[in-house]
């Protein structure tokens, strides 16, 4: 549930880029919280293999999603905000929408990176080279550059992420936030913003050539660094109707969109510009009000048959003959024990647990729900969701050099 409504925030300070501390703001959050979410939704891909039961899965729970909400958010923002978007649909993923495709092409190639460590560096070399390439077709420069997060989360194992829950990387996590923090007030001095989405070409930024390549991996470095010291601090118990909202993560990352455009339609950004500082603060406050209230269980249960109609039509038809059907004798008594629940993890319709392994010193750190992460939209820590955005004033974010602007205009 956090990082998904990072994702919302993220987006929202799209709508008040004038105001006094909006990009630092936004580079803070994108210089690891990308990183997380992709590393999240590695992390729960291990079990994912080529059979029938998991491709069905992930054409209910990620390409029908996508091919029914790009075109619609698409044609929302031309014809309702009036906004001058362009592009294939489909082939070139709008906005919040690469996610999803990314993650489907991600869970595809799965069974083949998790075979052997070595994938991981391997992996770090294809993430280099990813900002050699300028397109945005099926936004394949972020499929190869958060690849190692990706990767790093498949290889890692309940044991080693119980070691976040040590003291000593838990105190060490608070400075080093900090430090990103600082970090974050000078990103156009020692990199671009734009560098932050994975997806801008080495030739598209102002940076020279020979040390492009050492930019990307020290924003690597930043971004996974960032990225473990967020998930020790967050509470590993469960904290009652705030982690059952995380449930709900694919449809606030599907529809947070919608509420964000509507009120730019409004005309939010103007009055933001009038009022620096509260607009900055109201956007964020209410970013996080807007997450909390897709999650909350009266809105969830309208919105989220949307976000899953396949199966959402499949259960019904088979509760419908469930009613119908006669009544069953009673069940012979069990010769074992009880079958064990399914984890927390596992109630993202689009993740994949990890296997089982022998017992750990400590239980794995909580996945919040993510709306594209690892297992999809919709999971629990260690899980994911979604941002992007960059400029020369530190009182207002610099405007994106990639084709999407930063902000609800950029990708998560």
Same mark, same amino acid.
């Given at each position: 549930?956090?990082?998904?409504?990072?994702?919302?925030?993220?987006?929202?300070?799209?709508?008040? *880029?004038?105001?006094?501390?909006?990009?630092?703001?936004?580079?803070?959050?994108? =210089?690891?919280?990308?990183?997380?979410?992709?590393?999240?939704?590695?992390?729960?891909?291990?079990?994912?293999?080529?059979?029938?039961?998991?491709?069905?899965?992930?054409?209910?729970?990620?390409?029908?999603?996508? =091919?029914?909400?790009?075109?619609?958010?698409?044609?929302?923002?031309?014809?309702?905000?009036? *906004?001058?978007?362009?592009?294939?649909?489909?082939?070139?993923?709008?906005?919040?929408?690469?996610?999803?495709?990314?993650?489907?092409?991600?869970?595809?190639?799965?069974?083949?990176?998790?075979?052997?460590?070595?994938?991981?560096?391997?992996?770090?070399?294809?993430?280099?080279?990813?900002?050699?390439?300028?397109?945005? /077709?099926?936004?394949?420069?972020?499929?190869? $550059?958060?690849?190692?997060?990706?990767?790093?989360?498949?290889?890692?194992?309940?044991?080693?992420?119980?070691?976040?829950?040590?003291?000593?990387?838990?105190?060490?996590?608070?400075?080093?936030?900090?430090?990103?923090?600082?970090?974050?007030?000078?990103?156009?001095?020692?990199?671009?913003?734009?560098?932050?989405?994975?997806?801008?070409?080495?030739?598209?930024?102002?940076?020279?050539?020979?040390?492009?390549?050492?930019?990307?991996?020290?924003?690597?470095?930043?971004?996974?660094?960032? /990225?473990?010291?967020?998930?020790?601090?967050?509470?590993?118990?469960?904290? $009652?109707?705030?982690?059952?909202? $995380?449930?709900?993560?694919?449809?606030?990352?599907?529809?947070?969109?919608?509420?964000?455009?509507?009120?730019?339609?409004?005309?939010?950004?103007?009055?933001?510009?009038?009022?620096?500082?509260?607009?900055?603060?109201?956007?964020?406050?209410?970013?996080?009000?807007?997450?909390?209230?897709?999650?909350?269980?009266?809105?969830?249960?309208?919105?989220?048959?949307?976000?899953?109609?396949? $199966?959402?039509?499949?259960?019904?038809?088979?509760?419908?003959?469930?009613?119908?059907?006669?009544?069953?004798?009673?069940? /012979?008594?069990?010769?074992?024990?009880?079958?064990?629940?399914?984890?927390?993890?596992?109630?993202?319709?689009?993740? *994949?647990?990890?296997?089982?392994?022998?017992?750990?010193?400590?239980?794995?750190?909580?996945?919040?729900?993510?709306?594209?992460?690892?297992?999809?939209?919709?999971?629990?820590?260690?899980?994911?969701?979604?941002?992007?955005?960059?400029?020369?004033?530190?009182?207002?974010?610099?405007?994106?050099?990639?084709?999407?602007?930063?902000?609800?205009?950029?990708?998560?």
């Amino acid at each position: 549930m956090v990082l998904v409504t990072l994702v919302v925030v993220g987006h929202a300070i799209g709508l008040v *880029e004038a105001t006094q501390g909006s990009h630092w703001v936004y580079d803070f959050i994108y =210089l690891w919280h990308i990183p997380a979410f992709v590393f999240v939704s590695g992390y729960l891909s291990k079990s994912f293999e080529w059979d029938r039961r998991r491709m069905k899965n992930l054409v209910y729970t990620l390409l029908v999603p996508y =091919l029914i909400f790009e075109p619609a958010l698409f044609y929302y923002r031309r014809i309702v905000v009036d *906004e001058n978007v362009t592009g294939p649909l489909w082939i070139e993923p709008h906005w919040t929408m690469w996610y999803l495709i990314v993650l489907l092409m991600w869970r595809l190639v799965t069974p083949i990176l998790k075979l052997h460590w070595l994938f991981l560096p391997l992996s770090v070399i294809v993430s280099l080279a990813g900002g050699l390439w300028d397109t945005e /077709a099926l936004m394949f420069p972020r499929f190869l $550059g958060l690849l190692p997060f990706f990767v790093l989360g498949l290889h890692l194992k309940p044991r080693h992420l119980a070691h976040l829950d040590d003291v000593w990387v838990r105190v060490a996590a608070v400075p080093m936030l900090i430090g990103i923090g600082v970090m974050a007030v000078y990103t156009d001095t020692w990199a671009e913003t734009a560098l932050l989405w994975y997806d801008t070409g080495y030739n598209d930024l102002p940076i020279d050539n020979e040390i492009a390549f050492q930019t990307r991996l020290t924003v690597m470095m930043v971004g996974l660094l960032g /990225a473990f010291a967020a998930m020790s601090l967050v509470p590993r118990r469960s904290l $009652g109707w705030f982690t059952t909202m $995380g449930g709900a993560t694919m449809v606030i990352y599907l529809f947070h969109g919608f509420v964000i455009k509507t009120f730019k339609a409004l005309g939010w950004p103007e009055f933001t510009a009038s009022y620096p500082s509260l607009g900055l603060v109201l956007t964020i406050l209410g970013a996080i009000a807007l997450a909390l209230l897709l999650a909350s269980p009266p809105v969830r249960r309208v919105l989220e048959p949307f976000t899953n109609p396949l $199966g959402w039509l499949e259960s019904r038809r088979h509760r419908a003959h469930g009613s119908t059907a006669p009544a069953a004798a009673p069940a /012979a008594p069990a010769a074992g024990p009880a079958t064990k629940a399914p984890t927390a993890g596992a109630a993202d319709p689009t993740s *994949e647990a990890p296997p089982s392994e022998a017992p750990s010193p400590a239980p794995p750190p909580r996945v919040d729900s993510e709306p594209l992460h690892p297992g999809g939209p919709g999971a629990t820590w260690p899980v994911p969701p979604v941002a992007a955005g960059g400029g020369a004033d530190p009182a207002a974010p610099p405007a994106a050099t990639s084709s999407d602007d930063r902000g609800p205009a950029s990708t998560p």
